[in-house]
C-alpha cells in the first residue's frame, strides 16, 4: 500500500523572529528564493513550505541529510544525497494561499492546492474552465467551483512535466475520485478536496492506480 501525507499550517502563528530562524534552516537554494522575495508574508511562505516538508520527511522516517531538495525546475523534486543525479523515491509538492501553507509528500506522484473561499470571480474564466465544466457548474455554488480549480490545480502540478493548462483538462465528479473524463490514463490520478477550515480548500492529486493510505497534519 502507497503512502500520502498531506502537512500544513498557518503562517499567522509565526513573527519576525521565527522567520530568522527558519531561514536559517531551509536549503541554500531556498533561501536564494527566500532573498528574492520582497514582501514579508511571501518571505515566511516560502521558507514554511520547505520547513514542512522537512519536518513531513522527519515525520515519515527519512533520515536527515537522506534527500536534497532541487529547485532546478518548475516542480521542487527531492534527490538521493549520495547521489544527486538520482532522483528520491518520494514525491512532495507545496502551495500557498491566505493564511495556509501546504506540503505534501507522497511515495507517487503528488500535486497539492489549497485556495481562499471568497475567490469565486477568478474560477469562472473561461480560461479555467472547458465547455463542459462551465455547463455542469452552478455560478452561485462556490464550494463546487473551489473544488474543481484546486483539483484541476493539483493534477496540473501531479502531471508535471506533461504540457497541460487548466482548460485542458476536464474533470467531472460524478465519476470521483477519478473524475478525468479526457484521458487514457484518468483511472490513475486519486483526487480529493476537504475544508482546511472555514475559508479554505484544500484539493491533493496522487498519480497511482494502488490503494494508499492518507495522513493529514494541520
Known sequence: MGMVSVYGCKSSIYNEEDLSWIEKRISPQRREIFARRKNPTDKLRCALAEMLLWHGLSDIGVAPGEFLVSYETEKPHLLCADDPQTEAPLSFSYSHSGDWVICGIADAPIGVDVQQKNRRGVLISSHVFSEGELMRLDPEDEETFLRYWTCKESFIKCAYPAQENLRSVELDFSQSPYPITNRADADAF?????????????????????????????
Open 190 to 218: 486519486y483526487f480529493e478536496t476537504f475544508g482546511v477550515d472555514e475559508t479554505h480548500a484544500l484539493s491533493y492529486c496522487v498519480h497511482t492506480p494502488e490503494p494508499f493510505a492518507l495522513r493529514v497534519v494541520l
